[in-house]
Nanobody, 120 residues
Framework: QVQLMESGGGLVQAGDSLRLSCVASGSILSIDDMTWSRQAPGKLRDVVASINSGGSTDYGDSVKGRFTISRDNAKNTVYLQMNSLKPEDTAVYYC??????????????WGQGTQVTVAS
């Protein structure tokens, strides 16, 4: 059994910063790509940022230069540092990860999401 647990969401003012964390736990052999996505009310879920096991990153156009994704492989944790937040960043933020488990199975696991609300 593998679980992903996000934390760090909340209500902030425009221009503020937040740091989201997502910890994977369970019978984990290895973790490949880790991704943050978000879904605003009435909209489709969009990928915000991703990072592979080697540390290479990719970002959605709307967050480039403001958000930074990082990971701590020893802690099975991925972070999303969000700076200069805007009201349009308001959404539920989800992490997912491609995880190889014991016994050997590889699939994508999702967290339950954490709400980020940016007031203008």
């Amino acid at each position: 059994q593998v679980q992903l647990m996000e934390s760090g969401g909340g209500l902030v003012q425009a221009g503020d910063s937040l740091r989201l964390s997502c910890v994977a736990s369970g019978s984990i052999l290895s973790i490949d790509d880790m991704t943050w996505s978000r879904q605003a009310p009435g909209k489709l879920r969009d990928v915000v940022a991703s990072i592979n096991s080697g540390g290479s990153t990719d970002y959605g156009d709307s967050v480039k230069g403001r958000f930074t994704i990082s990971r701590d492989n020893a802690k099975n944790t991925v972070y999303l540092q969000m700076n200069s937040l805007k009201p349009e960043d308001t959404a539920v933020y989800y992490c997912n990860a491609l995880i190889k488990t014991i016994p050997t199975t590889t699939r994508v696991y999702w967290g339950q999401g954490t709400q980020v609300t940016v007031a203008s």
